[in-house]
């Protein structure tokens, strides 16, 4: 069965860097697509970024763009988000999540697939 585990969560200053990982496992994850959601307190769970584990098809929410990059590595089943100059606003609990399909996907609904979650804090 399909494992998603993340890591890399914290506490840091706005303006600073994190990089999260999701290691995945349980499955051959070439035909997935692998996503990061978020969900702040009294929110709902937004896209954040997406991309098919194999190929080059990424896809990012607005809010992020230029300043997180979604990447993975095939060798050790793991996914990363490297969020720079992170604000006060990025402030959630952040999901990774899976799916079997083509085409990356930014509804949660779309991913049968979650870990359960890595808390990022930032401070102003």
């Known amino acids: 069965q399909v494992q998603l585990v993340e890591s890399g969560g914290g506490l840091v200053q706005a303006g600073g860097s994190l990089r999260l990982s999701c290691a995945a496992s349980?499955?051959?994850?070439?035909?997935?697509?692998m996503g990061w959601f978020r969900q702040a307190p009294g929110k709902e769970r937004e896209f954040v970024a997406a991309m098919r584990w194999s190929g080059t098809s990424t896809a990012y929410a607005d809010s992020v763009k230029g300043r997180f990059t979604i990447s993975g590595d095939n060798a050790k089943n793991t996914m990363y988000l490297q969020m720079n100059s992170l604000k006060p606003e990025d402030t959630a609990v952040y999901y990774c999540?899976?799916?079997?399909?083509?085409?990356?996907?930014?509804?949660?609904?779309?991913?049968?697939?979650w870990g359960q979650g890595t808390q990022v804090t930032v401070s102003s």
């Open positions: 349980g499955a051959t994850f070439s035909s997935f697509v």
């Open positions: 999540a899976a799916d079997r399909r083509w085409s990356v996907a930014k509804s949660p609904g779309q991913y049968d697939y």
